[in-house]
């Protein structure tokens, strides 16, 4: 699959990934920030943002679509930084071609399983009645039902599109990513290492990536380090980007 991408910069090339519900625009301010010194790929997974929709939703399928990419833009070698999803997706890539990884960054998620756990953003997509509405503000009056954080709602809204005819749509492709949110939580598969110089940063306020979780991340990275940004949660690169940036900066430097 050809993915949708925006690049910046010059430099090493740096792949970096978003999470589930997410697009290439959440990384955007990072992307710039980081393009000062690498050639930086702002990637649209699959079913994402304004890459293609498919009915196979898998970490292979997505890893795949990186070896693509990177074929495509002949790269012999990158820096990947995946976000949760996206962090699962570099994992796999990591691990399926490690002689292509150079460093490695891994956004608050671990190798393991998560169980279903987005409900309420799935009601929330649901609640909005796309062919009812004639703004983004009607939008975001029919999700704040369901939907109580402003926040929340900003990312959700940032799927909202319209079509050749001027009528509203969700970009991404809700109906494939619900159908297997389940894939979505699969851990890494048993065997699977990655060698090279690999960071982890979990937020201290967030329960994704657990002093539990340490063991099994240098199972299959032997090479791993883990860092904790104080008071961050999920969505570490929006509520402490300075502190990621130095992180990410620090460790490919």
Do not use: C
């Not at 008071?231 to 570490?236: D, L, N, Q, R």
């Amino acid at each position: 699959m050809k993915l949708n991408f925006r690049k910046y910069g010059t430099g090493h090339p740096l792949f970096v990934l978003h999470g589930v519900f997410g697009s290439s625009d959440n990384w955007q301010t990072h992307g710039k920030a980081l393009a000062e010194h690498f050639t930086v790929y702002l990637i649209d997974q699959r079913n994402h943002g304004n890459s293609p929709h498919s009915e196979e939703m898998t970490y292979e399928a997505m890893a795949e679509d990186l070896k693509k990419l990177m074929d495509d833009e002949g790269l012999s070698s990158i820096y990947v930084l995946g976000h949760s999803m996206g962090g699962k997706t570099a994992m796999t890539f990591a691990t399926s071609y490690p002689e292509a990884v150079d460093k490695l960054i891994v956004v608050d998620i671990a190798p393991k399983y998560y169980p279903p756990h987005h409900s309420q953003i799935f009601e929330g997509f649901h609640s909005v009645q796309l062919d009812s509405i004639g703004s983004r503000k009607e939008a975001d009056e029919q999700l704040s039902k369901v939907i109580k954080e402003a926040g929340v709602r900003m990312f959700i809204l940032k799927n909202l599109s319209r079509d050749e005819s001027n009528n509203f749509v969700w970009k991404l492709n809700l109906p494939v990513i619900e159908s297997n949110i389940q894939k979505i939580g699969e851990g890494l598969v048993d065997g699977a290492s990655f060698s090279g110089p690999t960071l982890f940063i979990g937020g201290g306020a967030s329960d994704y990536i657990q002093e539990s979780d340490h063991d099994l991340i240098k199972d299959h990275f032997p090479d791993a380090t883990i860092k904790m940004v104080p008071g961050a949660g999920h969505w570490v690169h929006a509520e402490k980007p300075k502190e990621l940036g130095e992180l990410v900066m620090d460790f490919l430097a």
